[in-house]
């Protein structure tokens, strides 16, 4: 099969691989990939702000389709369409046994499209417990955003958000847009900060009818503060401080390797800010993404959809090989443009 692996010198390679089966392990699904999103986090990879490990097959926003299963799959038949949760944990760990699956202490190693195998293929071979079947009405287009939607879920959780709390979003991207889309639904008046006025003026139509329809945003005042505000970035902490209220919640979302910030512990304390580390999703997130997802248009998002061997033009879309955005979501589809005869 054909699939998108991390180079040596960094950048992706379309590479020929042998094709997964499921009789490696009882409990394996083999998918036909449909789409795979995206991601900042890849594109952080691309452009060296984060590790992934040479020789990998990267992408991590995968829908797919059951081609094979195990001898011992039990919940899933081949033709079923499911949504896959990359972030992998062993299940019995201390950790895991609590039902802190997203703190897993085997997680090291097991992140799919970052140190295993990963969705940017035409197949995939995963273990069952990772996936999770979609309902038929959902389309592909919207489907491919629920891992994302899970994440932003995580987040919010971890925010205690409340309806009618003010939230303040710090980057249009994909997962701040995805982020002001569900404060938006749960009742909060949303503000969305982003410098880049591509992203902004996509960000505003995507999230137009919405009510409270959220507000996009060139920078912010500190005399509008918010109960939350969310880091998508992930460099912000500073200025996240600044925007939230006296006894607000600050989440750090975006990932960042290199970010380092300067706080004044003496502000955090008076000011009764709580900052606040998510970490991953929990597996156990991704029944209630596909839930809200069938009530959300995250299939606005997607503004480009390319073929594997396309994943140049995907490349410069997303600003690994170009200096400017020039869309949100993109996709990659699990086939090549023009297939040709075996
Ligand atoms: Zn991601
Ligand atoms: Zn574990």
Do not use: W
């Amino acid at each position: 099969m054909k699939a998108l692996v991390l180079g040596d010198a960094g950048g992706l390679e379309l590479r020929e691989r042998p094709m997964p089966s499921a009789r490696a392990a009882a409990d394996l699904v083999v998918l036909r990939i449909l789409q795979t999103g995206v991601c900042g986090t890849d594109r952080g990879v691309l452009v060296g702000k984060f590790h992934a490990e040479p020789g990998v097959i990267m992408g991590h926003e995968s829908i797919g389709v059951v081609h094979e299963v195990g001898s011992a799959v039990s919940g899933l038949r081949p033709g079923d369409r499911v949504v896959v949760n990359p972030t992998l944990y062993c299940g019995r760990c201390p950790n895991c046994v609590r039902g802190e699956l997203n703190f897993c202490q085997h997680k090291a190693g097991n992140e799919i499209g970052i140190d295993r195998d990963g969705g940017f293929a035409e197949y995939l071979a995963i273990e069952e417990r990772f996936l999770y079947r979609l309902p038929p009405e959902l389309p592909d287009d919207r489907a491919v955003l629920i891992e994302p939607l899970a994440c932003v879920l995580n987040n919010l959780d971890a925010a205690r958000l409340t309806p009618g709390s003010r939230v303040t979003v710090l980057g249009a991207g994909p997962i701040g847009i995805v982020a002001a889309m569900a404060a938006a639904h749960f009742g909060c008046p949303v503000t969305v900060l982003e410098r880049d006025e591509f992203r902004r003026s996509r960000a505003a139509e995507v999230l137009k009818g919405f009510s409270p329809e959220p507000e996009v945003l060139a920078t912010g005042t500190p005399t509008a503060r918010s109960e939350v505000v969310l880091d998508t970035v992930g460099s912000l902490l500073e200025q996240a401080c600044d925007l939230a209220a006296d006894l607000g919640t600050v989440v750090i979302m975006g990932f960042h390797a290199e970010a380092t910030v300067q706080l004044r512990p003496l502000h955090i304390l008076q000011r009764g800010l709580r900052i606040v580390g998510a970490g991953d999703y929990n597996s156990l997130i991704f029944p209630r993404a596909i839930e809200l997802a069938a009530r959300m248009p995250l299939e606005r998002l997607v503004t480009h959809r390319f073929a594997l061997d396309e994943y140049e033009q995907a490349l410069r879309c997303v600003g690994v090989t170009a200096t400017d955005y020039s869309a949100l979501k993109v996709t990659i589809e699990g086939r090549l443009s023009s297939p040709v005869d075996a």
